[in-house]
């Protein structure tokens, strides 16, 4: 059995008992759903995403769009392939109440490490191909593969208007991934019908109007890239981000299907047996990393070391590795803090305001700013500090623009 030569088939399973072998694993591994699909070249992303990087809305991202041919083409990251087992993973949705301490807010999927527990699922299945004799490799959230457009392949669900893809009956609450194989599996399932109709909340419910037509997005104002983004956190976006530092849900909040499956909780997706002792991040546990959770005390944030930051956070997308970037998030949130702020975040601020990272005194003075704390500016050694005055004098240019967009027009 196996394949010789490039040359794949399947002459002990039939495929089709093959594939639903590989099913059945799938879904006994904790995967909500699973479909199985052709590994042709996605022909029409590619250009999407040639489309969207020539008109500036991959906002310098690089992911898939680094190398659209690659990232389109499955065979660039398995030669020989003939099918893919597109997987869908429920995260965990609950979300505690936040704690009385001021606290920053992490996205669903963020949470714990669902990612794991997604790959180890999808291996399990790559395992049992390779068992078999076939060639198989797992992708899921890797540069070389559109996870999306293979879900939508594979039938699993459909592109909503948030371009986020929904499963029937589930919402959005999913993360994705395939395994390539060289076995020809027969496809189960077909592209579905477009599930949202006239519905139109996630464009008008996104704090920052980044949806800028039906499933498309402007990476450069979405919260959820700008937190990830290198330099300032644009002024314009800091008072939308909240209380948010890693991560925005918001368009699937506001997104009937995902609210019914959310606050339903009609998945019981079946949690994985154990997980792999032998991957770095999971040296000995057999259970899931939990992660940071969904809250993260603010003055823990804005207090801890960098190895400290890492170890809570660390598996985030963090821009060149700096922790100074989840300090500058926290910056914003803290100014976004109801107030009064207490006496101990107090100090924190002022002592981000005497930080030596320009960057990180910049969004403080921000904070301070906001949060009426105008009397820590003022003290002379700050009030002379470049980094201080020039972010004093773009709050005020801020201010003045959005006087002159907000002001009825006037007659001459
Ligand atoms: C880059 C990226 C981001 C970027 C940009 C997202 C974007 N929409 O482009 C940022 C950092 C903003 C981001 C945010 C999020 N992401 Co992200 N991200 C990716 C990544 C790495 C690549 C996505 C990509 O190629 N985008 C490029 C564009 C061109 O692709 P697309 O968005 O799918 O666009 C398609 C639609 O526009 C559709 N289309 C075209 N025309 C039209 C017209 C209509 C009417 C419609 C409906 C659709 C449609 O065709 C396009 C191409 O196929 C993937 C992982 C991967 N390797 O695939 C994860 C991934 C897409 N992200 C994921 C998640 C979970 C998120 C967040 C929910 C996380 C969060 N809570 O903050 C948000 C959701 C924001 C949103 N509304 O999309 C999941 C998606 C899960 C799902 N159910 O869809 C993925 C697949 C990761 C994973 N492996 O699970 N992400
Ligand atoms: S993730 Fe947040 S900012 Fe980005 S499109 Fe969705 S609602 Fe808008
Ligand atoms: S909010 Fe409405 S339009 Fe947007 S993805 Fe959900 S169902 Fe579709």
Known sequence: MGHDGGVTSLNTHSGAQLRDELITLGRSHGLAA??????????????????????????????????????????????????????AFRYETAVPDPPSAPAARVARYATADSYEQLRFALQKVADKLVAAGYRAIVLADDNALVDRAAAVRAGIGWYGKSSNVLLPGEGSWFLLGSVLTDAELPSVGTPLEDGCGAC???????????????????????LAWLLQAQGEFPREFREALGDRIYGCDECQEVCPPSRRADTA??????????LPTTEPLQATASEPQPGPGSWIDLHWLLSASDEELLSQVGRWYIPAREPRYVRRNALVVLGNAQQPINSGLQLLLADYLDHTDDLLVGHATWAALRLGLVE?????TRAARPAIQLERANCDAEKQRIAISVRPELGD
């Open 376 to 380: 820590l500016l003022d003290e002379p």
């Open 34 to 87: 699973i479909g199985v699909c052709d590994a042709e070249p996605f022909v029409e992303t590619r250009l999407v995403l040639e489309q969207r990087r020539d008109q500036g809305l991959n906002a310098d991202m690089a992911f898939t769009y680094r190398n659209p041919a690659r990232s389109t083409d499955p065979s660039r990251s398995l030669p020989g392939v003939k099918s893919m087992l597109v997987g």
């Open 265 to 274: 909780g009609n998945i019981e997706s079946p949690q994985p047996e154990s």
């Open 200 to 222: 139109s909340r996630c464009i008008d419910g996104c704090p920052t109007q980044a949806i800028i037509a039906p499933g498309v997005l402007d990476a450069r104002r979405c």
